[in-house]
């Protein structure tokens, strides 16, 4: 599976901005797709995730102001980013995760740098 990200950017405080990241390959039809992200001197953490079924979940630190979406005919899940904060800032990495009988299969996609100015 590869995955393709895009749609990070500089903006402002109260800003917005909507990642998009697209899977290709030899997808499964039960994964689920979603977001990390990495402050400089921080973990990755996960910011929200996308399960085929329809089921998300996010961190609580963006709760009310970024909506994860996906396409699952197109394999491309979306991050809209609202009401971003300075504290947003970090590279976002996309990632693919599927549970089958012959494996665990984990991606991730290329980081893409968002940047919230004060």
């Known amino acids: 599976v590869q995955l393709q990200a895009s749609g990070g950017g500089l903006v402002q405080a109260g800003g917005s901005l909507r990642l998009s990241c697209a899977a290709s390959?030899?997808?499964?039809?039960?994964?689920?797709m979603g977001w990390y992200r990495q402050a400089p001197g921080k973990e990755r953490d996960l910011v929200a995730k996308?399960?085929?079924?329809?089921?998300?979940n996010y961190a609580d630190s963006v709760k009310g102001r970024f909506t994860i979406s996906r396409d699952n005919a197109k394999n491309t899940v979306y991050l809209q980013m609202n009401s971003l904060e300075p504290e947003d800032t970090a590279v976002y990495y996309c990632?693919?995760?599927?549970?089958?009988?012959?494996?665990?299969?984990?991606?991730w996609g290329q980081g893409t740098q968002v940047t919230v100015s004060s």
């Open positions: 390959g030899s997808t499964f039809s039960i994964n689920v």
């Open positions: 996308h399960y085929s079924s329809g089921s998300t």
């Open positions: 990632y693919y995760n599927a549970e089958t009988r012959s494996g665990n299969y984990f991606y």
